[in-house]
C-alpha cells in the first residue's frame, strides 16, 4: 500500500471543466449528493476545494455555505485546505468533493476539518474508485499522469480507517457510474455492480466519547449495588432464623 503522503501532485484541475467529461461527473455526484445534504443541519457550511465550491448545496438546510480554496471563480475565502482561517469546533458540515485526490498529504486535510468541525459534526468526502473502469485508466502508461487519472484513489475502506482513528462514524457510502456516453450503461452498473462504480461519497459523524465515567454516575450505581446487596444477605438471614425456630 502506497503511502497516503506523497509529492506535490502535476496538473491539478482546479474546476470540473478542466477534466474530460468533468460536468458529467459534476452534475452526477451533486444529484447524488442531494439525499444526504437534505439530512444535514447547522448553522455553517464549508466547502473546501476549488471542486467543492461548483457542487450545487442548495438542498442543504444550512444557510451559511462558505466556498474555500486556492483558486477558483466561485470562492469566498482564499485559503489552503491544510491550514483552515476558522476557529476550532466552529463549523457544523464540511463537504470534501475530491479534495482528498489531489492532495499530497491527505491526512493532514482530515485533521484539519476535524479541528474546526463541531461535536456531532458532518463530513461528506467524494472521491473516485480505484476498483473501476475509470480506475483502470491508472495502468496505462502515459495516461496515469493526465486528469483525472493523475489523482488518488483511495478505496472506501481506507478512507473509513482514518475516519475511525478520528472517531468517525460512517452513516452512508455509496458508489455509482458515471458513463458521459452512454448514461443507461452507468445506471445499469450503478444498480446491480455498485462496487464498480467510479464515483464514491462517504457521509460521516464526528463522536465524541468520554474516557473516563462520570464520578457522579459512579457513586450513584456503586450505591444502588449496596443496596441491592444487602436486602438479599437481610432476606437469607431472616430465613435461617425461620428455620432455626
Not at 7 to 22: D, K, L, N, S, T
Not at 105 to 111: A, G, K, S, V
Not at 152 to 159: D, G, I, P
Not at 219 to 235: D, L, M, P
Request: proline share 6%; with cysteine.
Amino acid at each position: 500500500m502506497k503511502p497516503a503522503k506523497t509529492r506535490q501532485i502535476r496538473h491539478v484541475p482546479h474546476a470540473w471543466a478542466e477534466m474530460p467529461w468533468g460536468e458529467f461527473y459534476r452534475d452526477a455526484l451533486t444529484r447524488h449528493l442531494q439525499p444526504c445534504l437534505a439530512k444535514i443541519y447547522g448553522f455553517h457550511l464549508l466547502k473546501i476545494g476549488d471542486l467543492s465550491a461548483e457542487i450545487d448545496t442548495e438542498a442543504c438546510a444550512i444557510s451559511h455555505q462558505v466556498n474555500v480554496g486556492l483558486r477558483g471563480d466561485h470562492l469566498q475565502v482564499i485559503a489552503d485546505p491544510m491550514s483552515l482561517p476558522f476557529e476550532s469546533k466552529s463549523v457544523d458540515a464540511c463537504l470534501l468533493a475530491h479534495c482528498l485526490a489531489w492532495s499530497s498529504d491527505p491526512h493532514h486535510i482530515l485533521r484539519e476539518v476535524d479541528r474546526v468541525l463541531i461535536d456531532d459534526g458532518w463530513m461528506i468526502i467524494s472521491g473516485f474508485n480505484p476498483f473501476s473502469v475509470l480506475g483502470i485508466g491508472k495502468l496505462i502508461p502515459g495516461l496515469h499522469r493526465r486528469v483525472p487519472w493523475n489523482s488518488r484513489m483511495f478505496t472506501q475502506m481506507r478512507l473509513m480507517d482514518w475516519l475511525g482513528l478520528l472517531n468517525y462514524e460512517v452513516v452512508q457510502r455509496t458508489r455509482f457510474q458515471v458513463l458521459p456516453w452512454n448514461r443507461q450503461g452507468g445506471k445499469v452498473i450503478s444498480t446491480h455492480f455498485p462496487a464498480l462504480g467510479c464515483l464514491s461519497i462517504i457521509v460521516a459523524r464526528k463522536r465524541t466519547f468520554p474516557l473516563i465515567m462520570n464520578p457522579a454516575k459512579k457513586a450513584v450505581a456503586k450505591r444502588r449495588i449496596s443496596a441491592a446487596v444487602g436486602a438479599t444477605s437481610q432476606y437469607h438471614s431472616r430465613q435461617n432464623d425461620q428455620e432455626a425456630d
